[in-house]
């Protein structure tokens, strides 16, 4: 698949490629992502992502979307030395960048993080969504659980798309070749290594010792913000959680409930059928609980979930933003004392200022950005948990209000035997 | 239903209204309406379940929690006027005069008008007094109160108890219109209801005593206080205690107990009427029949399946019991979470711009969804007291087959000891000996009888004889009055529980309806916030 390569010149003629093939090319059974159904034809493209749109708000920018990418198809691979889990990433673009429409690669989580770094580097100020969590030994969740490949393998695809919809860092050279490589790992060798990283660090806990020296109120606003924001999502977090335990604790005793009607049915007459009505009501009930739990686990806790990743990402970036100023005003300072090299100095002073500047604007502009769709999908999750919720209500009052329209059948049945007689 | 102010009756409870009712659906509506009344009038007249003078409560139909309540009053008022106006015309026909489409505009009239709950009470023992006892139609009776008192007990110790007020009225009071005459009250404590239910149990031993609501509280969940003083619970007990003396008064045989009468009436010198009465003599032989351990060698097969079936019953009712009240421990655990919602996004509201507003509100929903399990549960407990007390019933039932095991054994020993007896004289008269004795051994080694003392041991024997066959004849009557009355109140039982068991459910149907709408309601106003975000 990944070798249907079309040359470049020929891009200007993409929607002219034969009919077969783009049957070919677009027959395959791809695994359905959340959400994102595969497009068929770069045309249908277009008009599906505005039909999936449901906020306004973020089609600017997106009304032209011509990238489209899908995480799936994860599958083990055992080798000598260790074992893991690829995942297939298919990217469909009508960019000129790409030297071809679609691309198919395996990508394991290493490679993911190493993604995500790079942009962090080459866009320190830009808020990058988070990537699922490592393993963690605590959840109690075995490495190579279906479900926990199966979340893992949903918040990928989720990164990666939040990255395409991303103006800027959807155009990023890594991304591309993250994308597009069949092979990462020589690429993975190139560019800052693991010692500058760490000599980043150094300088950035130098430069956090000395402190700013003015902190544009906009950003200490924003710092704050970001520090509560962290707080309520993890409250928030930690709600659900013991929301999500609670019931299951109350459907765990509605399962033994329900049995004890059945088994009083068994040494009644008259009562036995009244008896079963109600235990199968419970019965209903107690399924209908398993699937608000089921709703509650696969759509509210990752949104939240991500979004404390999310606030914790927050902070790194104004982290970065605070240190690029710090160095700047470092500089600002030993040129103001040296006597000696002010020429290269002011040049590497200006330099600096120049990319304080970029900085700050880059993340202005991004924080609106995320703003947008922070509300947009927390408000999407709660709507939808409530609509689950009164949708359980619903189901539950129509389980019962059957019961009762029984027992007054039951009673007319006896009323009519009574008149007959 | 046109003319609703709140559109929220739909369903079931409309088609109910409009439905033609037979005389015994009507009674069966009447007695679960008695049994439900009090607890649905008091909670969605919007006081709680305390010890307090009667008061007079307005209904308001904005307080969102009441609302689904306010539905099942508003039910109840319209069922209460159809038996009520059923039952003045019943006497003439079989048809039942519907209330039409003008009681409509009464309901509404009902329930945004202040009633007390001595009216809605009045309304309901209207209706037992045409189908009920001799008893029934002459008074009302109800437990009205309950208070603490302090005393010396007999060890003269100081304690506090709780007293209840039992207050009866003439029946025809209540066709006046206005203010009902002033009932004749007196006050007893729990030992004094003990003390007449053991009376009862000794007298009336072939009847299935109504049992009393627990000494106790069992089965409670974790929020349920376990305390006998609690407000609750003495709440919960007032009403079974009143469950328990209308269901003697509506009882064919033990409505006309002259020391029941003097419970109701006579507030001083009962207690010593009741030891006049010299029951406990025969108290003994039932505490003997009770625990008693003897073979029986012809059992009564319908009684042996009696007992057994109680006993199972009597198990599954405990298992449902303790089930239920874990389950709703589990539902309150559940519910109540909800509210730390309400905190956090009314703190998280408060650094947003945009979605403060729709956050706060949902927050606030939250709260009113974690405050409704209360009402909910409590409601719930009275359909646990209407299971205890077919569990408590259990037990009456099994004592009435002890009894009747007790009579069987007594009448076959009488057969037993009158077939020996008979046998000796034949032996005697015969001179064979069959029977092995001490007498014949002696008479044996010592020699043998005198013709005259043979004669005079025969004359005895045979005197004997007739004796045991008048005892014989005696508790052969005795075990067959016992059987006859026995296995009539047994079939009075059964009918009981089927029907009082069938409503239970249909009202804990009802409750589950109720809680799923208000569960709606929150969630759905939750929804509009979260659309506001």
Redesign the interface.
């Known amino acids: 698949m990944s070798g249907a390569k079309v040359p470049a010149d020929i891009s200007g003629h993409m929607l002219d490629l034969d009919e077969e093939e783009d049957l070919e090319v677009f027959s395959k059974n791809t695994s359905l992502a959340d959400g994102n159904p595969m497009p068929n034809s770069p045309d249908s493209m277009v008009n599906q992502f505005r039909l999936d749109e449901e906020n306004e708000e973020e089609q600017q920018g997106a009304i032209n979307k011509d990238i489209f990418v899908t995480v799936d198809n994860p599958e083990s691979h055992i080798s000598a030395i260790e074992t893991f889990i690829t995942y297939r990433v298919v990217t469909r673009t009508t960019r000129s960048e790409f030297d071809s429409s679609e691309y198919e690669v395996r990508r394991r989580y290493q490679d993911f993080l190493w993604l995500k770094s790079r942009l962090e580097e080459n866009y320190p100020t830009l808020i990058i969504h988070p990537l699922p969590e490592k393993f963690v030994m605590k959840s109690m969740v075995e490495r190579f659980n279906d479900d926990f490949i199966e979340t893992r393998r949903k918040a990928l695809h989720r990164f990666l798309n939040r990255i395409t919809e991303h103006p800027i860092l959807s155009c990023s050279h890594h991304f591309k070749v993250f994308l597009t490589e069949e092979e990462l790992a020589p690429h993975r060798k190139l560019g800052p290594g693991f010692l500058s990283r760490m000599s980043e660090t150094m300088r950035a806990m130098a430069n956090s010792v000395r402190g700013l020296r003015s902190k544009l109120e906009e950003f200490a606003i924003m710092q704050e913000?970001v520090d509560?924001?962290s707080n309520?999502m993890c409250?928030?977090d930690k709600?659900t959680h013991?929301?999500i335990k609670?019931?299951r604790?109350?459907m765990?005793?509605?399962k033994?409930?329900g049995p004890?009607?059945f088994?009083?049915a068994e040494?009644e007459e008259?009562?036995a059928e009244?008896?079963k009505?109600?235990g199968s009501?419970v019965e209903k009930?107690s399924k209908e609980t398993e699937e608000q739990i089921q709703h509650l686990s696969e759509v509210l806790v990752p949104t939240l979930h991500e979004y404390v990743l999310c606030a914790d990402t927050l902070k790194a970036v104004m982290r970065r933003r605070d240190n690029i100023q710090a160095e700047f005003e470092a500089k600002n300072e030993a040129l103001a004392s040296k006597a000696t090299d002010k020429e290269m100095l002011q040049e590497e002073v200006d330099d600096l200022a120049d990319r304080v500047e970029q900085a700050n604007n880059a993340l202005r502009g991004d924080w609106s950005r995320w703003r947008t769709s922070m509300?947009a999908d927390?408000?999407s999750a709660?709507?939808s948990t409530?609509?689950k919720?009164?949708d359980?209500?619903?189901k539950?009052?129509a389980v019962?209000?059957s019961?009762?329209?029984s027992?007054?059948g039951e009673?007319m049945e006896?009323?009519n035997g009574?008149?007959a007689s | 239903m046109n003319g609703r102010t709140d559109g929220q009756t739909d369903?079931?409870m409309d088609?109910?209204m409009e439905?033609d009712w037979?005389d015994?659906?009507m009674e069966r509506m009447g007695t679960m309406l008695l049994l439900r009344q009090r607890l649905v009038t008091a909670q969605a007249l919007g006081f709680r379940t305390r010890c307090s003078p009667k008061p007079h409560p307005t209904i308001t139909p904005s307080t969102p929690p009441y609302l689904p309540n306010l539905e099942l009053l508003r039910f109840f008022s319209v069922m209460r006027m159809r038996i009520a106006s059923s039952a003045d015309s019943s006497s003439n026909n079989s048809q039942m005069i519907m209330a039409d489409s003008g009681s409509s505009d009464e309901v509404a009239v009902i329930c945004n008008t202040d009633i007390t709950s001595t009216e809605s009470e009045n309304n309901i023992i209207n209706t037992m007094v045409e189908r009920g006892t001799a008893l029934l139609k002459k008074m009302e009776i109800s437990v009205a109160e309950a208070d603490k008192r302090t005393g010396k007990n007999t060890v003269n110790m100081q304690e506090t108890y709780t007293v209840y007020l039992i207050e009866t009225r003439p029946a025809e009071s209540v066709s006046e219109g206005g203010t009902p005459v002033a009932p004749d009250t007196l006050w007893r404590r729990y030992s004094e209801f003990e003390l007449l239910r053991t009376y009862l149990l000794v007298t009336y031993p072939y009847i299935i005593v109504p049992p009393l609501p627990e000494k106790r509280a069992e089965f409670v969940w974790h929020k349920l206080s376990a305390d006998n003083l609690d407000p609750d619970f003495v709440e919960r007990r007032r009403v079974g205690l009143e469950n328990f003396l209308l269901r003697l008064a509506s009882h064919p045989v033990l409505s006309n107990d002259n020391i029941f009468f003097l419970f109701l009436t006579e507030e001083k010198g009962w207690r010593e009427a009741v030891l006049e009465t010299g029951f406990q003599d025969k108290a003994d032989s039932r505490l003997k029949s009770l625990s008693a351990m003897f073979r029986v060698k012809n059992p009564d097969k319908r009684f042996t399946s009696l007992k057994h079936?109680s006993e199972?019953?009597s198990t599954?009712?405990s298992?449902?019991l303790r089930?239920?009240a874990?389950?709703a421990?589990?539902?309150y655990?559940?519910y109540k979470?909800?509210g730390?919602?309400g905190r956090?996004?009314s703190?998280?509201s408060a650094?947003e711009k945009?979605?403060g507003d729709?956050l706060q509100s949902?927050g606030h929903h939250m709260d009113t969804y974690a405050a409704s399990i209360d009402d909910i549960l409590e409601e719930e407990e009275h359909y646990a007291d209407q299971l205890k007390e077919y569990l408590f019933y259990t037990e009456a039932v099994r004592s009435v087959c002890k009894k009747h095991e007790l009579i069987q054994y007594e009448l076959e020993m009488a057969a037993q000891d009158l077939s020996y007896k008979k046998q000796q004289k034949e032996e005697l008269e015969t001179g064979t000996v069959r029977i092995f004795s001490l007498k014949g051994m002696t008479s044996k080694l010592f020699g043998q009888e005198t013709p005259e003392q043979r004669e005079s041991k025969v004359a005895a024997l045979e005197q004997s004889i007739q004796e045991g066959e008048g005892a014989l004849k005696e508790k052969n009557a005795e075990s067959q009055e016992f059987v006859e009355k026995a296995w009539n109140d047994i079939e009075r039982f059964k009918e009981q529980?089927?029907k009082d068991?069938?409503e239970a459910?249909?009202s804990?149907?009802?409750m589950?309806?109720s809680m799923?709408?208000k569960?709606?309601q929150v969630?759905?106003n939750?929804?509009e916030c979260?659309?506001k975000?």
């Open positions: 913000y509560d924001f309520k409250s928030v709600v013991r929301i609670e019931h604790e109350y765990d005793e509605l033994q409930y004890t009607y088994q009083w040494s008259l009562l009244p008896l009505g109600v009501c009930c509300r927390l408000k709660f709507i409530a609509a919720n009164v359980y209500y619903e539950c009052l019962w209000e019961f009762l329209l027992q007054r009673s006896q009323r009574a008149d | 369903g079931w088609r109910q439905e037979t015994g659906q079936y199972d019953l599954v009712i298992q449902l089930i239920r874990r389950v421990d589990r539902l655990g559940v979470v909800h730390n919602y956090v996004f703190e998280w650094i945009e979605m729709g949902a529980k089927e068991l069938r459910l249909i804990y149907a009802i589950q309806i799923c709408k569960g709606i969630w759905s939750a929804k979260f659309n975000m």
